[in-house]
């Protein structure tokens, strides 16, 4: 079963065992389209595979299925429901175009811009520092709460 709107997905950078499903991986068309529909027999509930095998006589288009009639849960599908579908060769403008992340960086960075550091941030990354240094000579903390009051220490000498 080929799942469309899985594969193009990208796994989270910081666990890969997570999709990012902030991608947007189908789109409405604009266009008038007639929609045939499809009433959900008893022995097709909760079955989206079966429908789309019946509809399409294969299981790739599942994803463009529920997105289509806006199902969230396959599970939610039950007898007498009528579905809307498209002809196989109605669907692809609904599906986005996902570049992959290399093709999208090629596109925007120049080839022969050189980067630079800078040497007050590298020596601040180096020594592990949690927020960027303040101009004042001696560091005092940032607010002070003295009973009811509350004072702000601002980063510039008094």
Known sequence: MNIRDISILRRNVKNSNLYDLTKVTFKYVNEEIIAATYKVPKHQEMRIDLICDSLYGNTDYIDFLLNFNNISNPLNIKEGLLLRYLSES????????????????????????????????????ERNLALPPNIMSKPTQQVVVEGRNVKTNGLFKR
């Open 90 to 125: 109605d669907i692809p403008p609904f599906y986005v175009n996902q570049e992959k992340p290399e093709n999208i960086q090629n596109k925007i960075s120049s080839a022969g811009r050189a980067t630079q550091t800078d040497p007050a941030r590298q020596e601040f990354n």
